[in-house]
């Protein structure tokens, strides 16, 4: 599976950006798509999750802020992201979690940065 992601940039706080992520490859494995964000000296944690089923989950920081969803005719996940705050600043990486065989291995965009000024 291979994740390429578009979007992100400069915003000032209170504005929107979205991100985009397509997936090729072994696609039809893929049971999960999800962004995480890693900011300078922090661990990489979950932004907002969707699975094949459309179900979604939201770290509590972005809930009612960020939206994520999916087009599977073009293989591709959305990250809508209003309302931005400066703590929203970091590198967002593309994240799909598929089955190689009967284990679940994690695969990786390249990451985009997003910075959010005050």
């Known amino acids: 599976v291979e994740l390429v992601e578009s979007g992100g940039g400069l915003v000032q706080a209170g504005g929107s950006l979205r991100l985009d992520c397509t997936a090729s490859g072994n696609i039809d494995r893929i049971i999960t798509m999800g962004w995480y964000r890693q900011a300078p000296g922090d661990q990489r944690d979950l932004v907002a999750a969707?699975?094949?089923?459309?179900?979604?989950n939201y770290a509590d920081s972005v809930q009612g802020r960020f939206t994520i969803s999916r087009n599977d005719l073009k293989n591709t996940v959305y990250l809508q992201m209003n309302s931005l705050k400066p703590e929203d600043t970091a590198v967002y990486y593309c994240n799909a979690v598929a089955y190689s065989g009967t284990t679940p291995v994690h695969y990786w965009g390249q990451g985009t940065q997003v910075t959010v000024s005050s």
């Open positions: 969707i699975t094949r089923g459309a179900g979604t």
